[in-house]
């Protein structure tokens, strides 16, 4: 069973093996086709495509209105439908990958872990590292079975807004925040209405986990990096912009040995949109 990463070599022998489930999770805040269009264009064998914006986030408003996010967490049974729409089952080993250090990769890997299911991995590297190695893309559609994976007890945890605005009154917890340091400063925003960041959170950028070969840092240099920034991980929250490279960092802390910090799945995009919150600029 793979859980956190998987190589490109250890994926291409098992690349044919019908209990695997293979996801593209490509994907362009910027441009919401581009990621189907580079699917059609070409992807790993047998693998289906995950769009972040329909199947793997929910409704931005709750059914009292409330905005929750850019790319809030969808309904746990909803999620099962779209994964046994994949052909996935509760033994199937799922391997997740994209074009972009696994920043979209990530939430799926998360997502799975919400609903109870271990056997997922990122694939190391992604989509580069695939093709680095001399394997071929496929453009065949996929016409993939239906699953049989059932919702179980989630494997990670998450924390709301008001957790968040608790432990800003309070709390010994501490957040960090997976943007972009000018971001997190409140400098050059473009995504989100309000710049700056939740008071008193720390900032890791994502793309820190990663080596210059695209690939993640090996556990020990992650443990040596990340341990003093969260501390004990069961009591950290991590956050982004709108949940998704958040992932990131929390795969980043499985690989290091770190396991059990919490997602704030709302991010900033949910906590700057109400006033009343609080917001901090600058280091």
Known sequence: MYTTLISAADLAGHIDNPSWVIVDCRHDLMNLAAGREAYAAGHLPHALFADIETELSGAKRGADGVFRGRHPLPVRADLV?????????????????????????????????????????????????????????????????????????????????????????????????????????????????????IPGAK???????????????????????????????????????????ACHNLLALEVAGLPGAALYPGSWSEWCADPARPVATGT
């Not at 989630?154 to 000018?182: C, F, Q, W, Y």
């Not at 020990?220 to 949940?243: F, H, R, W, Y």
């Open 81 to 197: 439908e779209t994964l046994r729409s994949w052909g996935i089952d509760d033994d199937s080993q799922v391997v997740a990958y994209d074009a972009h250090g696994g920043m979209f990769a990530a939430r799926l890997w998360w997502m799975l872990r919400w609903v109870g299911h271990p056997a997922v991995a990122v694939l190391d590297g992604g989509l580069a590292a695939w093709q680095a190695a001399g394997l071929a893309l496929s453009t065949a559609p996929q016409s993939p079975r239906s699953g049989t994976i059932t919702e179980r007890a989630p494997l990670v945890t998450t924390v709301s807004a008001a957790d968040v605005l608790d432990n800003i009154k309070g709390g010994k917890r501490v957040v960090i925040d997976a943007r972009a340091a000018d971001r997190f400063r409140g400098e050059n925003e473009t995504i989100d209405p309000v710049g700056g960041h």
């Open 203 to 245: 900032n890791h950028f994502f793309k820190d986990n990663l080596g210059p070969d695209g690939r993640f840092k090996d556990a020990a240099q992650l443990k040596a990096e990340l341990a003093p920034l969260v501390g004990n991980p069961q009591d950290a929250i991590m956050q982004c912009g709108s949940g998704v490279t």
